[in-house]
């Protein structure tokens, strides 16, 4: 089962402009987590937000996430063509062993 | 550093045959996690071993589905026998033992006919 859904599925913008993700999860979480997956091709780390921190940057990345509302976003500035592709974010449940758990995924097309 | 490492990338087979997936992790990784993904959707857990033990294969179809990580390196994935609504993409990933990071291969597209 999904823990997290992203919001919106999918999303187009042109170069340059600023894109925006947001996921919402359902239980408390001891990190989130967001992934990259261009077409045909297996997941790449992006960044790690842990339940403690409330923002987060990486290049031209910035996470945001609020553990009372249980949701996060993902900022990236600046977009590129490159940059299309579906991104998610996963969850590690608070409690127990790692368990991580991927949301639905929103696909991002950038227009050259 | 060698990623991980998943063959065959593509599979087409009849539905009742069996079939199986391979997947090396990242040298030194203890964790080694299957994933199942369907089109438009994010993985969904099969299994996930430390070392050599399956500690959580609680998604794992076991009627159909085996997997087994012999020395706690390589791993393979069993379909037998293959339905229909098995063709997806099966990801391999894997971690260090306590971390966070996942570190993915390129996956398996198994097409079932």
């Known amino acids: 089962s999904q823990q997290g859904e992203e919001d919106p599925q999918a999303l187009s913008i042109q170069e340059g402009e600023n894109a925006t993700m947001n996921c919402s999860y359902k239980?408390?979480?001891?990190?989130l987590q967001w992934y990259r997956q261009n077409s045909g091709r297996g997941l790449v780390h992006l960044i790690l937000?842990?339940?403690?921190?409330r923002e987060k940057h990486s290049g031209r990345l910035r996470v945001t996430l609020d553990t009372s509302k249980k949701s996060s976003s993902l900022l990236i500035t600046a977009s590129r063509a490159a940059d299309t592709a579906s991104y998610f974010c996963?969850?590690?449940?608070?409690?127990?062993?790692?368990?991580?758990?991927f949301g639905t995924g929103t696909k991002l097309q950038v227009i050259p | 550093e060698a990623g991980v490492v998943q063959s065959p990338r593509y599979k087409i087979i009849e539905k009742k045959q069996p079939v199986a997936f391979w997947c090396n992790p990242i040298?030194?990784?203890?964790?080694l996690y299957w994933y199942l993904q369907n089109l438009g959707q994010g993985p969904e857990l099969l299994i996930r071993?430390?070392?050599?033990?399956?500690?959580?294969d609680s998604q794992l179809p076991k009627d159909r589905f085996s997997a087994e990580r012999l020395k706690g390196v390589d791993s393979t994935l069993k379909i037998q026998p293959a339905e229909l609504g098995d063709s997806a993409v099966y990801l391999c990933?894997?971690?260090?033992?306590?971390?966070?990071?996942?570190?993915f291969g390129p996956g398996t597209r198994l097409t079932v006919l």
């Open positions: 990933a894997s971690s260090l033992f306590g971390t966070d990071t996942q570190y």
């Open positions: 239980t408390s979480i001891n990190n």
């Open positions: 937000i842990r339940s403690n921190e």
């Open positions: 996963a969850t590690e449940r608070n409690g127990g062993y790692q368990k991580v758990t």
């Open positions: 040298s030194g990784h203890n964790t």
């Open positions: 071993y430390e070392n050599e033990e399956a500690v959580d």
